[in-house]
């Protein structure tokens, strides 16, 4: 695959993280907004987006949610906006892909396949929670199953097709690579596919360049030149891995969805923090990166003004 300018994706809040974990968190429509556009004045091209109750920070799946502050990051940045389609892991994909189907974005999120999708050990970490739903949230994580199975694949993939809306493919073990592949072969997904690698959650693969290799190779082989691929790391992992896949030829995903920290023991203050950061080492080590309308391009995006919001 030739070498190409590298996508920088911020994942700007997420379903795993809870308000009392880090002040930075947004989770009003304006905290999202605001921090959603300085990522892309930061060098974000892509902003992947969950939205939260705003009374608590609880995740919300609710369009109306959405609709708080999706016009206005359009309004205020070219960035592609990719909206979430895992949402809580108790909902049905009827539900999770809800937003999606209301909004029509340019990118979508699709989980390709089911796991033990855990985050139970951060309940210990916090002796006291802001909002009395949080504790419970992380602790019962360990009792979850993130179902995708090839019938909610399938499900979301027909009902979004009318669209014309790109998936970010989350892989988050080299089993989900062979669940996109058949999907691929049935004809669900056209090529250039965008897979995203996930390392470090607990119940997929661990946060190793050793695995960053493999997956990649893994790819190579099923996919050929058919696919555009990305990196994302979780907690401690993040920058490491990120920078790894940039001289691999792959690019970066960052944001205080997948990390609240910007270095070992502190904290970031913002996603334009973490953004500015993977800019600099991507940029510091030879690699150019891509602008929304490029990243477009390269990822064969319908475009900014095809969507409803």
């Known amino acids: 695959m030739a070498k190409q300018k590298t996508i920088i994706t911020c994942a700007i809040t997420g379903a795993i993280h809870t308000p009392t974990m880090s002040d930075a968190l947004p989770y009003t429509p304006d905290d999202i907004a605001r921090q959603a556009i300085d990522a892309a004045e930061a060098g974000a091209s892509i902003l992947h ?17 959405f ?14 906006i990719n909206i979430s389609t895992g949402g809580s892991l108790k909902n049905t994909i009827e539900e999770r892909i809800a937003p999606a189907l209301a909004f029509s974005p340019e990118m979508c999120s699709m989980n390709m396949g089911s796991m033990n999708f855990s985050f139970h050990p951060l309940a210990q970490r916090y002796e006291a929670f802001k909002f009395d739903w949080e504790k419970d949230y992380i602790a019962n994580s360990d009792t979850y199953i993130f179902r995708n199975t090839f019938a909610d694949i399938g499900n979301a993939a027909t009902q979004l097709a009318p669209h014309g809306t790109k998936f970010e493919h989350e892989c988050y073990d080299v089993g989900h690579l062979y669940n996109l592949k058949f999907c691929m072969d049935i004809g669900l997904f056209k090529a250039p596919i965008f897979i995203q690698f996930i390392f470090g959650i607990l119940g997929g693969i661990g946060p190793e360049v050793d ?11 099923l996919f050929g030149k058919d696919y555009r691929w990305s990196v994302l790391g979780a907690g401690g992992a993040q920058m ?9 030829g792959g690019n970066v995903r960052v944001g205080l969805e997948d990390s609240l920290f910007i270095e070992r023991g502190k904290l970031a203050t913002s996603n334009a923090q973490q953004v500015a950061k ?8 030879g690699c150019t990166v891509a602008s929304p309308e490029e990243a477009r391009e390269i990822l064969a995006l319908k475009g900014g003004d095809n969507v409803n919001f």
Do not use: C, W, Y
């Open 67 to 80: 609709s708080a502050f999706l016009p206005r990051i359009k309004q205020a940045t070219n960035a592609v």
């Open 211 to 221: 695995n960053l290799i493999f997956m990649k190779r893994t790819a190579d082989r």
């Open 278 to 285: 993977i800019r600099r080492i991507v940029e510091d080590l």
């Open 240 to 248: 490491s891995l990120a920078s790894t896949a940039s001289q691999m």
């Open 49 to 65: 987006l969950h939205a939260r109750r705003p009374t608590d920070g609880g995740v919300s799946i609710d369009p109306k949610d």
